[in-house]
Nanobody, 121 residues
Framework: QVQLVESGGGLVQAGGSLRLSCTAS????????MAWYRQAPGKQREFVAI???????QYADSVKGRFTISRDNAKNTVYLQMNSLKPEDTGVYYC???????????????WGQGTQVTVSS
């Protein structure tokens, strides 16, 4: 069994910062990529940022220069530092990871339960 647990969401004023964390636990053997997605009310879930096992990163155009994704492989944790937040960044942020479970050779995609980020104007 593998679980992803996010934390760090909350309410912040426009221009402020938040740091999200997501930790994978359970029978984790290795983690390939880790990513963040978000879903605003009434909209589809969208990609935010991704980081590979070697540290290569990619960002959605809407967050480039404001958000930074990083990971601590020893802790099976991914972070999302969000600066210069805007009201349009409001939504539920989901952690996503591609994980190889102990005793397996295939990798599987897992999702966290989501954490709410609200940016007030």
């Amino acid at each position: 069994q593998v679980q992803l647990v996010e934390s760090g969401g909350g309410l912040v004023q426009a221009g402020g910062s938040l740091r999200l964390s997501c930790t994978a636990s359970g029978s984790v053997f290795s983690i390939n990529y880790m990513a963040w997605y978000r879903q605003a009310p009434g909209k589809q879930r969208e990609f935010v940022a991704i980081i590979g096992s070697g540290g290569t990163t990619q960002y959605a155009d809407s967050v480039k220069g404001r958000f930074t994704i990083s990971r601590d492989n020893a802790k099976n944790t991914v972070y999302l530092q969000m600066n210069s937040l805007k009201p349009e960044d409001t939504g539920v942020y989901y952690c996503n990871a591609n994980i190889v479970r102990s005793g397996n050779t295939n990798s599987y995609n897992y999702w966290g339960q989501g954490t709410q980020v609200t940016v007030s104007s």
